[in-house]
């Protein structure tokens, strides 16, 4: 069962979603192997529970779950199940601690997907809770596409799921259509109303869902579900690595997940999945510590702190400076310096203009052997 003692009762708790909602990206498909890799590196880092999938899909993501449960994980591991006792039973088969018992809440999806009522929806949510309590496992509620049902209905919805024993309530911004200000106002008002532990489950169609989520553990959620890289349907989910950069970093909330381990994490997920992070990528794109505005690069040579946060090395990365138009005297003296060559200002000045002219010539700034051969023309004209 999922442990509620030392550290984590004072901390959010992260779900990660990776290996079941990461994987419902269009085209991706992670192999038995990595899943496992990618869920042991999640326990070592500290994942307060672990999403390995969907049981009742059989074969191949059947193993796959049994095998990461077998793996004896300090990290609860919970399996995606819809309200259905078949789809439970499957979970219990493989051994899993936790469930999340998944069903619609809003209109459109009751009346145009199920084709059902709210009736029914209650009767059926309350019968596959009872099914999942009576077999000892931790229940996840997961109302889909909550942030678009009508409150009164989710409060029923969620008064329902507690009395039939459900141990949260996953609220799902299945279409990622909430901005924080209206997360907030929903989750406070489920906390006030209900009681029930709550986890949010932000989708990022509009961009919101690191931000989605951070406002809901600010209103009162304790689980905050996310994805590493932000993999997911369509725009992909909360990112991991955002969210428990900003916990720590924006929020100043403690957190016991170890950061160092996001880029190994990231790294391995994008090669399982065959989606490369964007350069600029919030936390872990390329462009985070890569710099070329000569403003920016003086600064940072003062004191790092006038640009940077946190170091680099502390998610695994490190500082790059390149040189092209936008760099300054200082840039160009520091890039120099890398190479053991110290830069006088009426050599600095030359070189700059140079690369500035072919910068602008090539479009993009300079590699390293450019910048040698710029660098040589400039001592050889001026005899130096």
Known sequence: MIRETGNFLKEVKIVDTTLRDGEQTAGVVFSNE????????????????IEAGVPVMKGDEKQAIKDIVNDKHRASILGWCRAVTDDIQEAIDCGLDAVCVSIPVSDVHIEKK???DRAWVHETAARAIDFAKSHELYVSCNAEDASRAKMEDLIIFARIAKNAGADRLRFCDTVGILGPSQTAEKISTLVHEVGIPIEIHAHNDFGMATANSIAAFEAGAEFISVTINGLG????????????????????????????????????VAKASGREVPLNKPILGKNIFTLEAGIQVDGLAKDAKTYEVFHPSEIGGERQIV????????????????????LDDMLTDKILEMVRKQSVELKRALFEKELMYIYYRVVEKNGK
């Open 114 to 116: 199920l084709k059902k």
């Open 34 to 49: 990595e899943k496992r890799r990618i869920a042991d590196l999640l326990d070592l880092a500290g994942i307060y529970q």
């Open 233 to 268: 349907e369509r725009a992909g989910n909360a990112a991991l690595e955002e969210v428990v950069m900003a916990l720590k970093y924006v929020e100043n909330k403690p957190i016991s997940f170890d950061i160092s381990k996001l880029r190994t994490l990231s790294d391995m």
């Open 323 to 342: 040189i092209g138009k936008h760099s300054g005297k200082s840039a160009v003296q520091i890039k120099f310096k890398e190479f053991g060559i110290e």
